[in-house]
Nanobody, 122 residues
């Protein structure tokens, strides 16, 4: 499985970005997909996850601003980020979990995209 993340960039505080993650393979619909982020000098942290059935979970601090969705026909998962803040600045990674249910632990994910940089200016 190969994951290709895109959509990052420089945005002013209060702005929006939509990240995309395209996956290779025929069984994308069977993967749990998630977004994590890593700010400079910090550990990778969980952002959002979407199950095979489409159920979603967003980390508490980002609820109301971030949403995750998937399009199985396009083998893609998306992260819509609104009302961005400077503290959202990070490299955002998509991950695929081949077996089992949703997880907020990065160690549970089997495949990772290369990351896309989001920079929010104040």
């Amino acid at each position: 499985v190969q994951l290709q993340a895109s959509g990052g960039g420089l945005v002013q505080a209060g702005g929006s970005l939509r990240l995309s993650c395209a996956a290779s393979g025929r069984t994308f619909s069977s993967y749990v997909m998630a977004w994590f982020r890593q700010a400079p000098g910090k550990e990778r942290e969980f952002v959002a996850v979407i199950s095979v059935s489409g159920s979603t979970y967003i980390t508490e601090s980002l609820k109301g601003r971030f949403t995750i969705s998937r399009d199985n026909a396009k083998n893609s998962v998306y992260l819509q980020m609104n009302s961005l803040k400077p503290e959202d600045t990070a490299v955002y990674y998509c991950g695929a979990k081949v077996e089992g249910g949703i997880s907020t632990s990065a160690r549970s994910y089997d495949y990772w995209g290369q990351g896309t940089l989001v920079t929010v200016s104040s």
